[in-house]
């Protein structure tokens, strides 16, 4: 059992539910434990860098502040845009010990540095993709478009990604559990992100775009890890469709999700009733000699 | 302008990189950020000419970049900085740009709804120490009086249990709004 801390942030109690529910559903049939941060606050999320920079470093450093007192070396933050905040906040606290001062001045909580931040494509993908296999009851077999956007994948030192432009992570994941990963063009697009309420026409018009060329490449889902890229491709479907002058049915995943069902989770508690546009995939349970059959295939390309 | 008379210090090149560690004056013109950008057909300036417009020192042009549309549509998603051969973090100078433009009053008339949603977003999270989704369109459509947007995607979010009508409160609040007032939020421009 991996122990690691757990800072859902203010997206998944609210508009990502799903994304928090499947989370918390695949954690323990993957063996990691989730301690959730005590009496956690908002990251500040775009709205405080755009209007103040010292209230943007001095939200999340609270939180790694708690993270760090409660002895949490590591924190899992699904959400692609905290994950962002939390691993800058580090990063530039680290770096400037005269605005760490300020900082934890501003937060009243002492600062080393302790608490790493990460997402959930680096703890998914620090487990073997073989033990992963192994516990796949019902491969889902889809073709998938894995779309990153830019949280999980910019500024690159900061997210640590590999390959920031065409990063394959997600894609190691999906196959893992039976997925067939596509290669696509808008991976690490822009969906619109902060401007769902205020400029929905700019997210239907990129986001429109996204979905369009996933759609063209084959893809009967997409796969994402940020509760903002999902809430534009989801949610706001009528918007993008708009933009696009036609409609589209494909269906928007979290990862946590898509290998929930591989692993045979329910589709209820993986959240996956609480989307806008409706999941129609349901991947079949392998009878035992086909599993054997899949494995020795498996085992034959490699 | 006379460079004659004019200490290093007082260019706003300089107060940039004091402020955000940033030198514009790296930025060779490549056009790379504006080529990747995703909104730049929708800015008045594209970043580079964004930048372009700060390394002349002129004054005429730095009224025009605190008033663009430009630094409120940046979206912030660092394809810019990620890609610039110079590596000038161009997202970093524009979260500048904005707190200046804000400070100076200098806000496009065009950006209201961008910024009502920042400062909505920042008022909730004051008071309630996390996001309460309620209560910052409630604050949002206060300050756009645009009140009959978005109201067909709330009920679906609401049946599909996505939308907590109440606020999940922070317990130690004064700790937040200590952060926010050492912070010093200001609230200008304040409709």
């Known amino acids: 059992m991996i122990r690691i801390g757990y800072y859902p942030g203010c997206s998944l109690p609210g508009t990502a539910r799903e994304y928090d529910e499947s989370v918390r559903a695949l954690a323990p049939a993957l063996g990691i434990e989730l301690v959730e941060v005590p009496d956690w606050n908002c990251c500040g999320a775009s709205a405080a860098h755009n209007l103040n920079h010292e209230l943007s470093l001095a939200l999340p450093a609270r939180i790694l502040s708690i993270a760090e007192r409660e002895g949490l070396n590591e924190i899992l933050v699904p959400c692609a845009a905290c994950f962002n905040r939390l691993a800058r906040t580090r990063a530039d606290l680290l770096a400037d010990a005269a605005l760490c001062k300020r900082v934890t001045d501003s937060t009243g909580m002492p600062y080393t540095g302790k608490s790493i931040p990460v997402n959930i494509l680096d703890v998914l993908s620090r487990i073997s993709p073989d033990y992963i296999s192994s516990k796949v009851t019902n491969p889902f077999d889809f073709n998938t478009a894995s779309y990153y956007g830019c949280l999980l994948s910019r500024p690159k030192d900061i997210v640590q990604i590999e390959r920031h432009e065409d990063p394959l992570v997600m894609e190691g994941l999906l196959e893992s559990v039976g997925a067939h990963a596509l290669d696509w063009a808008f991976k690490v697009e822009c969906c619109g992100a902060g401007f769902s309420v205020s400029r929905t026409d700019i997210v239907g018009k990129l986001s429109a775009k996204i979905v369009n060329n996933a759609v063209n490449c084959g893809a009967d889902a997409i796969i994402v890890a940020c509760p903002m890229c999902h809430s534009n491709l989801d949610m706001r479907r009528p918007a993008l469709e708009k933009a696009a002058k036609k409609k589209f049915e494909i269906p928007i995943l979290y990862i946590t999700q898509a290998i929930g069902l591989a692993l045979g989770l329910d589709f209820k508690k993986l959240g996956l009733h609480r989307h806008m546009v409706k999941v129609n995939l349901r991947p079949d349970t392998l009878v035992p000699l086909a599993k054997e059959e899949a494995v020795s295939a498996m085992e034959a390309e490699v | ?191």
């Open chain 2, 1 to 191: 302008m006379n460079y004659a008379n004019v200490h290093h210090n007082d260019l706003y090149s300089s107060r940039i990189k004091n402020s955000t560690g940033e030198n514009i004056l790296n930025c060779y013109q490549c056009g790379k950020c504006s080529a990747g950008c995703p909104v730049a057909e929708d800015m008045d300036f594209p970043p580079s000419m964004i930048l372009r417009m700060l390394q002349t020192e002129c004054e005429d042009d730095r009224k025009a970049v605190l008033s663009s549309m430009s630094i409120w549509l940046c979206i912030s998603c660092e394809m810019c900085a990620s890609r610039c051969p110079q590596k000038v973090s161009i997202a970093a100078i524009t979260d500048f740009l904005r707190e200046e433009s804000v400070q100076l009053e200098m806000v496009n008339p065009g950006a209201k709804k961008i910024l009502a949603f920042h400062k909505s977003f920042l008022d909730s999270i004051k008071y309630t120490g996390r996001l309460y989704e309620v209560g910052l369109v409630g604050l949002y459509k206060l300050r756009t009086r645009d009140l009959l947007q978005d109201l067909l995607t709330a009920p679906g979010l609401f049946f599909k249990g996505k939308l907590p009508v109440f606020p999940h409160m922070v317990k130690d609040r004064s700790g937040i709004k200590n952060i926010f007032k050492k912070t010093a939020y200001r609230n200008r421009g304040e409709q």
